[in-house]
């Protein structure tokens, strides 16, 4: 490799930044103080970062860290903890519904959120989680959708696009062999417990934004005591996709939403939203 | 003095659950330990506890996980297929030090086996039963004011330890019906600090997790685990004895079988057999040391069990060789009559002056 393959380009060079002198400059944006100062282990471009941020923000804008406890799942996003500055338990593969089911029923006054990828929530998981909905549990389930199973590098997820190749389906995903994609927003939103059902994503600042606004209602809901909240979301999981974080995030639009369309599925009638408790 | 009262194990055990603070039941129905679902669904909600009946004992376990991990007093139960279902979460659950009561009405197997009572899930309580290196401390009831005392015991030694504490019992004990006068009891106050209750600005997060991926760090937490188990072992040894100052020969047995051994016991001695009886009430941690100074005293011992011989290596590690060991056992929910055992005795007496 030649030395000169390695300088950065003149207009990269140009840009470089100014030093910072505060009292010229407004505060406009900030890590939320329930995020916690550290590195994050994610992959460049994985969306797990930006959906730890988007619920530790609601979490602070609603001032309600005191009483806000979470439980975190088994896969890529298993050190949830270690971002988020508030009280959570690790649960087994598939069961933070149930755990998170005790944690509510014994604390109803705290705000209670089970975050799942898909392997966790819809294969191995998907009895506790259809069974903590049909109870109505009055929780947040953020389920994260990325179509594979990340941690373990790459296998096939119930929710793998038909078709598409992983590292058990090196031919694409035959539906016939495997079963079709499970769709769990929709799914879910049949079952009378379920309050409010979404699906959103986090790949375009426009997608980022409704995102948050579903995390800010779940959240909120929680206060009228009246069922079981699912966010879910599109994740990108550009490592076991095999692109680039710009790729994934126009695979998500392109393809994706063909199988996942996004927006509301189950919202709560206008009559259920009467005279919520005063959220803190 | 307290009102004695005739009651089903199972509903004892029950009883002594609301007596001695549960705050949480979380079950699944599966004979013959049903009755313990039944009737805390009926009472829990009058003293404003929860109950729920789960979908599966897996999930039943991980709402005791979760519910221990909050910081409250919490129990499942169930019978042999359902335990074996709940040792994902078992494991979980010591790896992550949370208190918690489970109860086994042992049933006969294996698979889906019989719903008469059983010995053969031993091996499962003692020996770990979920994967990893962990160890839980067993009670085993051989009545039914065990079956009710062991409720307070086992909470109080949960919250001691931090670990999940099992109650050993099997479908007869469980079954059958005997007087009970349920004591006096005072929750003890107990520093649950590390729950995750929500965190307030005073402290910084808990998380409970039993996850430590560096294999430094996970092997830090399994020495803490060790030294842990290690205490429980000097500190919680419970046993019975019953005639054994002047024991020749020694009955090893706990639960059901031991109680069949009592009598076996005493056919035995009207024949001029100077027989004893060594009950474990803990299964873990094993009362070793004792059966050891037995070894010195006795010329034979006896393992009574309802398997095909899983506690009879306990003994035969506590007494290192000192002392012959015999095994008799019944399978399949079948028991065995105090003259069966009384018979398998002699002949193994017989055997072994040949020798």
């Known amino acids: 490799m030649q030395t000169e393959e390695l300088l950065l380009p003149e207009t990269a060079l140009a840009l470089k930044v100014p030093e910072c002198r505060q009292e010229e400059y407004e505060m406009v944006y900030h890590r939320p103080r329930t995020l916690l100062d550290v590195n994050m282990h994610y992959c460049p471009g994985c969306a797990h970062s930006l959906v730890h941020k988007l619920i530790m923000e609601v979490v602070e804008e609603m001032g309600i860290q005191e009483k806000t406890v979470g439980v975190a799942p088994v896969g890529c996003s298993v050190f949830a903890y270690d971002y988020m500055d508030i009280d959570m338990q690790e649960a087994a593969h598939g069961r ?29 998981g998907i009895a506790e989680t259809l069974h903590a909905i049909n109870r109505g549990e009055n929780i947040l389930i953020v389920f994260m959708n990325n179509a594979v199973y990340g941690m373990t590098s790459g296998q096939m997820a119930p929710t793998t696009l038909a078709g598409m190749k992983t590292t058990t389906s090196p031919d694409g995903r035959d539906v016939g062999y495997y079963g079709a994609p499970i769709k769990v927003a929709e799914l879910m939103a049949n079952l009378p417990g379920a309050f409010y059902v979404t699906r959103q ?24 005591h009246k069922g079981t909240c699912l966010v879910e979301i599109i994740g990108n999981c550009p490592s076991n996709w095999k692109m680039t974080p710009v790729e994934a995030a126009r695979f998500i639009d392109e393809e994706m939403v063909k199988t996942f369309p996004l927006g509301d599925i189950k919202v709560p ?10 959220v803190q | 003095m ?9 509903e004892a055990l029950a009883e002594a659950a609301i007596l001695a603070g549960c705050d949480a039941y979380f079950g699944y129905p599966i004979t013959p330990q049903s009755e313990v679902l039944e009737y805390l669904a009926r009472e829990m909600p009058k003293h404003n506890r929860i109950v729920l009946q789960a979908e599966s004992e897996v999930a039943s376990i991980n709402m005791v996980y979760g519910a221990a991990g909050a910081g409250f007093r919490v129990m499942t139960s169930s019978s ?28 006969a197997g294996p ?13 499962q309580s003692v020996k770990g039963g979920g994967h990893g290196d962990y160890k839980m401390i067993v009670l085993a009831p051989s009545s039914v004011q065990e079956m009710a005392d062991f409720v307070y015991l086992g909470f109080d030694l949960a919250d001691k330890y931090r670990n999940p504490v099992l109650i050993l019992s099997d479908g007869a004990i469980g079954q059958m019906m005997e007087k009970v006068q349920f004591n006096d009891y005072t929750i003890p106050s107990v520093d649950k600090s590390w729950a995750t209750t929500g965190k307030p600005a005073t402290r910084s997060r808990n998380y409970i997790t039993s996850l430590h991926i560096q294999p430094e760090k996970m092997e830090q937490h399994n020495l803490k685990l060790n030294a842990k188990y290690a205490a429980i072992r000097e500190q919680e040894v419970r046993l019975e004895e019953y005639n054994t100052e002047d024991a020749e020969y020694l009955f090893v ?3 059901l079988s031991a109680r069949i051994c009592q009598k076996a016991m005493d056919i035995a001695r009207e024949k001029g057999i100077k027989v004893g009886l060594l009950r474990p009430i803990t299964l873990y941690p094993y009362p070793d040391q004792r059966l050891l100074q037995l070894a010195s005293q006795v010329k034979l011992m006896l393992s009574v069990e309802l398997n095909s011989g899983q506690m ?5 590690l506590a007494v290192s060789g000192k002392v012959p060991v015999g095994f008799y056992g019944r399978l399949g929910g079948m028991l065995p009559t105090p003259e069966e055992i009384v018979e398998h005795l002699e002949k193994i007496m017989l055997k072994n002056h040949a020798n």
């Open chain 2, 312 to 316: 009879v290596e306990d003994v035969k």
């Open chain 1, 201 to 224: 994503a986090v790949n375009s600042a426009n997608a980022v934004r409704r995102t948050k606004k579903a995390l800010q209602h779940a959240f909120s809901y929680q206060s009228l």
């Open chain 2, 111 to 123: 698979g889906l086996g019989t719903i008469q009572p059983g010995q053969g899930d031993y091996f």
């Open chain 1, 96 to 124: 933070a519904a149930a755990v998170a089911t005790a944690m509510k029923r014994l604390m109803p006054d705290k705000f209670v959120f089970t975050y799942q990828g898909d392997g966790d929530l819809a294969a191995i």
């Open chain 2, 80 to 107: 042999s297929p359902g335990i074996s279902l709940m040792q994902e979460g078992i494991s979980y659950i010591a790896g992550a030090e949370l208190p918690c009561l489970i109860v086994n009405v042992n049933r």
């Open chain 2, 253 to 255: 047995a706990y639960g």
């Open chain 1, 269 to 278: 009638k206008a009559e259920d939203l009467k005279n919520p408790e005063e």
């Open chain 2, 2 to 10: 307290k009102e004695i009262k005739l009651m089903k194990g199972n």
